[in-house]
């Protein structure tokens, strides 16, 4: 498994390979999973995170005030001028993912918008199932510090379960695709897209499963994946 600085790396690479043979006009295609920001807003925020970090300046964060200030900055520079600024920062942001404490929020962040950047332009690029698995794991071991499920809940997917909440028993169990699982975490589903997985038993309080509330309208994509 590649460690958080190898997996932040190469999602920056995919993105940068893809954001420079956009033609001009396709930076200002809205995203549809973050129906606020356009290509060039989204290219400010992953830049501006990786300054940001660089800098310490992590006070709001991931708050929407912080995440506002770096779209605000980057809205007035180049595309050119953003992938410059973010190669500068490569080198400073690697020590940050290694180690015991490494920023795997990074890693988290990086990927999900890797995918909303491919969505919104329907780049015919992939996005590499071993990108994003490991995040859903990481993701769903440690979904009990906010869930606080109503009972046990057990999620399956992948292959793989695991259980969120305290009990020996489960009082629920969900079956989850798990790139939409992987989605949901991150607020681009919608509540009415996640009930329409198979759960067993009792409703765990699903709407708090999420790290970022669901969306509140269906966001339905087709992505490649190798």
């Given amino acids: 498994m590649r460690s958080p ?133 990481d993701l769903c071991r440690t979904a009990d510090s906010w869930m606080e499920p109503d009972g046990v809940l057990v999620i399956r997917s992948a292959g793989r379960s695991w259980w969120i909440g305290r009990g020996p028993h489960p009082t629920a169990v969900l079956d989850a695709p798990a790139f939409e699982l992987w989605r949901a975490f991150f607020g681009r589903r919608s509540l009415h897209q996640m009930t329409a997985w198979p759960l067993e038993g009792t409703d765990p309080g699903l709407a708090r499963l999420p790290r970022f509330p669901p969306r509140e309208s269906d966001l339905a994509e087709d992505l490649p994946q190798s």
């Fill in 5 to 137: 600085a190898e997996s932040y790396r190469a999602s920056f690479h995919r993105i940068r390979a893809l954001v420079g043979r956009l033609p001009a006009q396709r930076f200002d295609t809205r995203v549809p999973a973050c129906p606020e920001w356009s290509v060039r807003d989204l290219l400010a925020h992953l830049v501006g995170v990786a300054d940001d970090h660089v800098g310490g300046r992590l006070d709001g964060a991931p708050g929407p005030l912080w995440t506002h200030r770096q779209v605000r900055e980057g809205r007035c520079r180049s595309p050119a001028d953003l992938l410059h600024r973010w190669q500068e920062l490569a080198a400073e942001i690697r020590p940050l993912l290694h180690g015991r404490t490494a920023r795997t929020t990074l890693v988290h962040d990086i990927v999900q918008h890797e995918a909303d950047l491919l969505a919104a332009v329907g780049a015919p690029q992939p996005l590499p199932r071993d990108a994003w698995l490991p995040l859903l794991d």
